[in-house]
C-alpha cells in the first residue's frame, strides 16, 4: 500500500516542494488548502492532475476540518508547513500569527493524539528563534532568545512538541530551518525582491533596486534541498530535532551582486540605499551548525548561494518575457 501524507500549508513554498518531491516516490499525498489560498494554485498547478494527489479544504483555525482530515485519512506521515512566517507580519498582527503559528499545533498535536497516535509528524521552527543570541554558530544546544512575535511563536511551537513528544510519546521530529530561499519566495522576501527586481531592470522595466542594510550576514540554503532534509529526518527510527543550515553566511551586498552579474550587469550602477528601509535593530548574524544532521541522516545541501541565484533569476526572466508575450 502506499503511504499516506497529509501537508498544511501545500500551496506555500515548502509545502509544494514537498508535495512536488513526494509525488515522485509514489506516496498518495493529501494537500490542506485554505479558501483564501486559491489564488496560490501556481505553485501546485503541475500537481493538480497527478492521480496521487488530492486537495482537501481545511484552515489551521478550524479544528473541525483539521480533526476530520486527521482522523479520516490517518496520515503516515504529516508535514506541517502553514504558519503565519513573515516577521513583520507577526508584529501588525500578533493574535492572530500567534494562533496560527502555536496554538494550532497544539490543536493538531492533540488530534493526531485521539485519531492517529501512530501518525510521524514534522515540525518546522525557525533560526529567529536565536534572534538576541550572541554566538554566531548554533546549535540544538544552543538557548532560545527570540526578538519577535513571529520567533516568540516558534519557540512555544518547540516546547508543545517537545510535551507532547516527551509525555505523550507522539513520534515527532522538528528542524529548525535558518533562511531558505527558492523561486517561488514571495516578493515580501528580500531574495526574491532582489532577483525580480535585477530581472526587470534588465529588461529596462525598472530603474533602480531599493534595499536597506545591505552588510546583514544570511545564511542561505535552497528550500527544495530543506524539503528533503525534512523528509529525510523522518524516515530515522527515532523521533529528534535538528538544526538545518548551509553553515556559510553571506551579505546581502553579496546577493544583489552575484544577481547582477549573472545578467552581465554592475550592480553599483543601479543598487540605492534607503534608510527607511534599515531595520532600528541591526539583524544579528546567525549560521548553522548542521554536524548533526549530517552525521544522523547524512543532510549534505547540494545548492550553494550562487547555483540558487541562478535559479531564482532564470525563474524571473521566464515570468517576465511571459509577461510580456501575453
Keep these: 500500500m502506499k503511504k499516506k501524507v497529509l501537508i498544511l500549508g501545500v500551496t506555500g513554498q515548502d509545502g509544494s516542494l514537498l508535495a512536488e518531491y513526494l509525488t515522485k516516490k509514489n506516496y498518495l499525498i493529501y494537500g490542506l488548502i485554505r479558501k483564501a489560498s486559491n489564488r496560490n494554485y501556481d505553485n501546485i498547478k503541475n500537481l493538480i492532475s497527478n492521480k496521487n494527489f488530492k486537495l482537501i479544504q481545511g484552515d489551521l483555525l478550524d479544528f473541525i476540518s483539521i480533526e476530520e482530515a486527521i482522523r479520516e485519512i490517518k496520515p503516515d506521515e504529516i508535514y506541517n508547513f502553514a504558519d503565519q512566517d513573515h516577521v513583520r507580519w507577526s508584529s501588525q498582527i500578533p493574535y492572530y500569527s500567534f494562533d496560527v503559528t502555536a496554538k494550532s499545533v497544539l490543536n493538531i498535536l492533540n488530534l493526531i493524539k485521539i485519531h492517529s497516535p501512530n501518525s510521524k509528524y514534522f515540525q518546522p521552527f525557525s533560526s529567529n528563534m536565536f534572534g538576541n543570541t550572541k554566538k554566531s554558530k548554533l546549535d540544538e544546544k544552543e538557548n532560545f532568545s527570540p526578538l519577535s512575535i513571529y520567533a516568540l511563536s516558534k519557540v512555544s511551537t518547540f516546547y508543545i512538541c517537545e510535551y507532547f513528544k516527551k509525555v505523550h510519546n507522539l513520534k515527532i521530529f522538528g528542524a529548525i530551518f535558518f533562511n531558505h530561499e527558492s523561486e517561488r519566495r514571495t516578493e515580501e522576501y528580500v531574495s526574491r525582491k532582489i ?17 536597506g542594510d545591505i552588510s546583514a550576514k544570511i545564511d542561505w540554503g535552497y528550500a527544495r534541498d530543506y524539503v528533503i532534509a525534512a523528509h529525510k529526518m523522518m524516515q530515522i527510527k527515532k523521533p529528534d530535532f535538528f538544526i538545518i543550515g548551509t553553515g556559510k553566511a553571506h551579505t546581502i551586498e553579496y546577493f544583489v551582486k552575484k544577481s547582477f552579474e549573472y545578467l552581465g550587469l554592475n550592480y553599483k550602477k543601479y543598487l540605492k540605499i534607503d534608510k527607511k528601509l534599515i531595520r532600528k535593530v541591526k539583524t544579528k548574524t546567525l549560521i548553522a551548525n548542521n554536524s548533526k544532521a549530517k552525521r544522523v541522516f547524512k543532510f549534505n545541501p547540494k545548492t550553494n548561494l550562487d547555483q540558487l541565484i541562478k535559479i531564482m533569476i532564470e525563474n524571473d526572466l521566464r515570468i517576465e518575457t511571459e509577461s510580456n508575450n501575453v
Design 195 to 211: 532577483t525580480k527586481g535585477v530581472v526587470r531592470i534588465f529588461l529596462k522595466k525598472q530603474k533602480n533596486l531599493y534595499l
